[in-house]
Nanobody
Framework: QVPLVESGGGLVQAGGSLRLSCAASGRTFSVMGWFRQAPGKERDLVAS???????YYADSVKGRFTISRDNAKNTVTLQMNSLKPEDTAVYYC??????????WGQGTQVTVSS
């Protein structure tokens, strides 16, 4: 398994910003992204970015979150602005080369207080 090491996250007030980073070692991936899972809910894709810079955003975060990659360093970053309490979740970095995401980080907690 290739480790995906996440950093960032924490507690912020509504309207604030946080930045999540993820570093992959040992190999490159065609797609890297971020999922999130709130208590009692499914894990959902928040944003993803291909090595060719095609980005996907969930409707709930469009205009507020920005995903970026450094292909040379094998890192992916999620800049989260205008955070809302409903953004509270555990955020997971994920990566794939095929159809399914089969590489996952350990998860980092993001809590947005109202």
């Amino acid at each position: 398994q290739v480790p995906l090491v996440e950093s960032g996250g924490g507690l912020v007030q509504a309207g604030g910003s946080l930045r999540l980073s993820c570093a992959a070692s040992g190999r490159t991936f065609s797609v890297m992204g971020w999922f999130r899972q709130a208590p009692g809910k499914e894990r959902d894709l928040v944003a993803s970015l291909t090595s060719g810079s095609y980005a996907y955003y969930a409707d709930s975060v469009k205009g507020r979150f920005t995903i970026s990659r450094d292909n040379a360093k094998n890192t992916v970053t999620l800049q989260m602005n205008s955070l809302k309490p409903e953004d509270t979740a555990v955020y997971y970095c994920a990566a794939r080369n095929g159809v399914s995401y089969n590489y996952w980080g350990q998860g980092t907690q993001v809590t947005v207080s109202s």
